[in-house]
């Protein structure tokens, strides 16, 4: 229980203040270069706002919550948590529904290479990102996830729509640096 407590007051605490750059992150938040956020973390299912993600294309302008538990999924996109911040270096990851509860993932397979998608984090840090590519994937490749040395963005959400069989995953990548909207 004292373990939990810590958790979410850390959690809530950095919304407020970031962490420096390079300091250590308690428990099973902290990722690695070349690892991956455990998805069996308590910090998968904490469900409150991180930021909000737009994808014109597909007429998307949704929020997006923290952890990629199934209650917090069924809410909205989902950040995988661990994973990297709008504009930061590494791989930010959100999973959502594609045909159920909100299904804001409903038409990812009409994305194509150069399509904008813009993420805004909870500290106002705004960054476009432009698709490079879709990928059909099995439901066990959690490499999705890793860590990338680039600032990157993966969507995914399962495939085909109605099915659970298969995962379809965006890829896309930083476009210019972040910016702080005022």
Same mark, same amino acid.
Request: proline share 8%; net charge negative.
């Given at each position: 229980?004292?373990?939990?407590?810590?958790?979410?007051?850390?959690?809530?605490?950095? *919304?407020?203040?970031? +962490? @420096?750059? #390079?300091?250590?992150?308690?428990?099973? %938040?902290?990722?690695? @270069?070349?690892? &991956?956020?455990?998805?069996?973390?308590? %910090?998968?299912?904490?469900?409150?706002?991180?930021?909000?993600?737009?994808?014109? /294309?597909? #007429?998307?302008?949704?929020?997006? &919550?923290?952890?990629?538990?199934? =209650?917090?999924?069924?809410?909205?996109?989902?950040?995988?948590? =661990? $994973?990297?911040?709008?504009?930061?270096?590494?791989?930010?990851? +959100?999973?959502?529904?594609? $045909? %159920?509860?909100?299904?804001?993932?409903?038409?990812?397979?009409?994305?194509?290479? =150069?399509?904008?998608?813009?993420? $805004? =984090?909870?500290?106002?840090?705004?960054?476009?990102?432009?698709?490079?590519? /879709?990928?059909?994937?099995?439901?066990?490749?959690?490499?999705?996830?890793?860590? /990338?040395?680039?600032?990157? +963005? /993966?969507?995914?959400?399962?495939?085909?729509?109605?099915? +659970?069989?298969?995962?379809?995953?965006?890829?896309?990548? *930083?476009? #210019?640096?972040?910016?702080?909207?005022?």
């Amino acid at each position: 229980m004292r373990r939990l407590v810590l958790i979410v007051v850390f959690v809530c605490a950095s *919304l407020v203040a970031p +962490l @420096p750059v #390079g300091a250590d992150v308690p428990f099973d %938040t902290q990722i690695v @270069p070349g690892e &991956r956020a455990i998805v069996g973390a308590i %910090t998968q299912s904490l469900g409150f706002e991180v930021g909000r993600v737009e994808i014109p /294309t597909i #007429g998307v302008d949704e929020r997006v &919550r923290e952890g990629i538990d199934i =209650g917090v999924i069924n809410r909205g996109p989902a950040h995988w948590a =661990g $994973t990297a911040m709008p504009g930061q270096a590494g791989n930010m990851v +959100l999973a959502g529904h594609r $045909t %159920t509860y909100s299904r804001p993932f409903l038409d990812l397979d009409r994305l194509q290479p =150069g399509d904008d998608i813009w993420v $805004t =984090g909870i500290d106002g840090v705004r960054a476009q990102y432009q698709v490079d590519r /879709t990928l059909i994937v099995d439901p066990a490749a959690v490499w999705i996830a890793d860590w /990338t040395r680039e600032p990157t +963005l /993966t969507l995914f959400a399962c495939h085909p729509k109605g099915s +659970l069989a298969q995962r379809i995953v965006v890829r896309a990548v *930083l476009v #210019g640096a972040p910016v702080l909207l005022p």
